[in-house]
């Protein structure tokens, strides 16, 4: 099954169960599945300010719960999920609808075992305000070392600055030590790319108006060629298929144009 949050609708097709709405109507917001059956949506905005209100749905109750509220205001920041840490980040985004209002706030939710309930931590600001048009634009990944990740902030604008977060966490899951460092510069400029996480723990940086694809090695810092798309596309779908290829898919080409096709990389 799968919740579609914020669609509107008159009546449910065939095959779609009705679900309560939520507390308030939301556009430029995400969207979290974590396990028991529940969905995490937070920020968005309705044309005014972003909001900071979280909520969650209970699949198996059908109902919504208030949860602690963001730092601040977000609306098309970019969200990420730790599964095996129980916890999610959100970086960046706008605080209204004004597409310069980014920010460089970020914010980290972890799920306290005892209490039952999401606990938020405000990190420290980034080095520059971000916003973020897509799932994948931030990525994370965990280092060998115990009880690290790093968050991956790429440029959104077009630019090609990058931003990490460098974070060791406590015995209790919470972040100890918190740092944001300037990453090397990808080789292109960008604008709404996708930057997917791989198996072995690079990143690749695809689209966003540019042909050329580059890979990003954490470890290193370093930025190298990863081949070149066949259509110069932006706002695309990028998603990492089980044999570990990367499918890209429709978007907008330079003039704006809608595209069908889609491509495979290796």
């Known amino acids: 099954a799968c919740l579609v949050a914020g669609a509107a609708h008159a009546q449910a097709p065939a095959g779609i169960e009705a679900a309560p709405p939520m507390t308030e109507a939301r556009v430029g917001h995400t ?13 968005g905005t309705s044309g005014g300010p972003a909001s ?5 749905f209970d699949v ?5 719960a208030a949860q602690a509220q963001m730092s601040s205001g977000r609306a098309y920041h970019a969200v990420a999920w730790l599964p095996d840490l129980e ?16 920010q ?4 980290m939710y972890s799920y306290d075992q005892q209490s039952k309930a999401w606990k938020l931590q405000q990190l420290p600001p980034m080095k520059r305000p971000h916003a973020f048009f897509g799932m994948n634009s931030a990525v994370f990944f965990n280092y060998p070392q115990p009880k690290q990740a790093t968050v991956f902030a790429p440029a959104v604008g077009p630019g ?5 977060l ?13 740092e944001w460092v300037t990453g090397m510069n990808m080789n292109y400029a960008r604008d709404r790319h996708s930057a997917v996480p791989l198996a072995e723990g690079r990143v690749l940086a695809v689209g966003g108006y540019a042909v050329e694809a580059e890979l990003y090695d954490p470890k290193a810092n370093l930025w190298t060629a990863a081949g070149k798309l066949s259509a110069n596309r932006g706002r695309q779908a990028a998603t990492v298929l089980l044999d570990g290829k990367v499918m890209v898919c429709g978007g907008e080409d330079a003039a704006h144009a809608p595209l069908a096709s889609c491509e495979l990389w290796d």
């Open 160 to 164: 090609t600055d990058v931003d990490v």
């Open 166 to 178: 460098k974070m060791t966490l406590t015995e209790s899951g919470s972040g100890g030590g918190i």
């Open 52 to 56: 900071k209100a979280c909520e969650s």
């Open 31 to 43: 969207a979290i599945k974590f396990p028991g059956g529940f969905v995490m949506v937070c920020g």
């Open 60 to 64: 198996a109750k059908k109902a919504w």
């Open 87 to 102: 916890m999610f980040f959100l970086v960046g985004g706008l605080t209204s609808a004004d597409p310069g209002s980014a």
């Open 104 to 107: 460089p706030n970020a914010d």
